[in-house]
């Protein structure tokens, strides 16, 4: 009887443990996804320029992290007026960082350069930076201000000439 009843505990506790660990392996595979209100996560990169940057190299800019590709249509259909919007709102005090995930450097060096790109961008062939801010779809855009902190996300394309996108930006100057 008591060989029973020390079995039976015994499986108990086993299953808790095996209940927990599954628990705790479960949360931690949880992919973190940034939201507005939270910090940034902290990032370096070297742009096309050869200059390295992280969310705190803008100088108390206002800054428009883009997560984009070539092969990702939407990532496509906004950067003509993404590139008006960095233009436009560079003397305000906004820097535009597009963060392409492209594998081939080849096909994403021609794209800049036949879309004219002219804001800050870099290549995250690993998506590392991306990943670390839960973007998995593109585009995704985080506004981030002064002190490293999420603003506003945007999720999906942007028409970025639009008057409504241009007020909202604004009311973070």
């Known amino acids: 009887m008591e060989a029973k009843r020390t079995d039976t505990i015994l499986k108990s506790a086993l299953g808790i443990l095996v209940a927990s660990l599954i628990l705790v392996t479960v949360s931690t595979l949880e992919q973190r996804i940034v939201q507005a209100g939270e910090t940034a996560p902290a990032f370096t990169i070297t742009t096309d320029g050869g200059q390295s940057v992280s969310v705190n190299s803008f ?17 496509v259909q906004e950067m003509p007026s993404l590139v008006e919007f960095a233009e436009k709102m560079k003397a305000k005090g906004v820097v535009v960082l597009g963060v392409s995930v492209d594998k081939n450097e080849k ?7 036949s879309a ?12 590392n930076i991306s990943s670390s801010y839960g973007t998995f779809k593109y ?25 409504k996108v ?6 973070h100057l």
């Open 166 to 171: 241009l007020e909202r930006i604004q009311r």
């Open 139 to 163: 585009p995704e855009t985080y506004v981030i201000d002064q002190k490293g902190n999420v603003l506003e996300k945007f999720i999906g394309p942007e028409n970025w000439s639009d008057p």
């Open 59 to 75: 100088g108390g800019k206002l800054l428009i992290l883009n997560f984009w590709a070539t092969w990702c249509p939407p990532c």
């Open 107 to 113: 096909t994403y060096k021609q794209f800049l350069q």
């Open 116 to 127: 004219r790109v002219t804001f800050v961008t870099a290549r995250d062939p690993e998506a």
